[in-house]
């Protein structure tokens, strides 16, 4: 119950093109649903994050759906660039006492192509 | 500001030995988390700390332990080493106050021969 499933485990897109993640979860504990992207040799860094009371937030090219009923949330990416080659993780937390504690997806390694 | 700071970078072990990794946080920062990523298990959750007390703790063994200085740097210490340590060792810091907001450090990469 604690597992988020993450889905696909590679993507390769071509430059211009949308890339979609998609991620699912079981706890309908988890209220905060974070993206991290993480380069070869760097710890992974936040993307952009979401709570289950909006269905759609956007940052720039970047953007999380997010489907409470389904228990289902997804990254977009838009107008995908080779800048954004990286592995991409959904994550899950519940609760304020929580705040360090994190359930990773298993990741999606995204190859933008010129 | 400076980042999540991790040292050593990398490190080779061989299999008994124990080994401590050490973290300082970004300023200001007082909670310290740390994670465990290798290829076929990903990012694995070991435990956290918030005003040196440990506040959550995930599924490893005791041989996994830590613990969080009073200028909120902390340490951990893996101990009698086997050969499924190997892996990245990251360490992130946050201010505690939006749950999964974490800032990551570069990590410490662990060879266990």
């Not at chain 1, 993640?21 to 706890?27: D, H, K, M, Q, V």
């Not at chain 1, 800048?83 to 937390?93: E, I, K, N, R, V």
């Not at chain 2, 918030?50 to 009073?70: C, D, L, V």
């Amino acid at each position: 119950q604690q597992q988020v499933k993450q889905s696909p485990q590679s993507l390769i897109v071509q430059k211009g093109g949308i890339s979609i993640i998609n991620c699912a979860y079981e706890n309908t504990a988890f209220d905060y649903f974070p993206w991290y992207q993480q380069f070869p040799g760097k710890g992974p860094a936040l993307l952009i994050a979401i709570r289950p009371d909006v269905s759609e937030k956007k940052e720039g090219r970047f953007t999380i759906s997010f489907n409470k009923s389904a228990k289902q949330f997804s990254l977009h990416i838009m107008d995908s660039q080779p800048g954004d080659s990286a592995t991409y993780f959904c994550a899950a937390s519940s609760g304020s006492g929580n705040t360090g504690k994190l359930i990773f997806g298993q990741g999606t390694t995204l190859q933008v192509k010129p | 500001k400076a980042g999540v700071t991790q040292t050593p970078r990398y490190l080779i072990k061989t299999r008994g030995q124990q080994v401590t990794l050490s973290c300082s946080p970004i300023s200001g920062h007082r909670s310290v988390s740390w994670y465990q990523q290798t290829p076929g298990q990903g990012l694995q959750f070991l435990f956290e700390y918030f005003s040196e007390t440990q506040r959550n703790k995930g599924n490893f063994p005791g041989r996994f332990s830590g613990r969080q200085f009073s200028n909120s740097r902390s340490e951990m210490n893996v101990s009698t080493l086997e050969l499924g340590d190997s892996a990245l060792y990251l360490c992130a810091s946050s201010l505690a106050l939006t749950p999964g907001e974490l800032f990551f450090g570069e990590g410490s990469r662990l060879t266990v021969l």
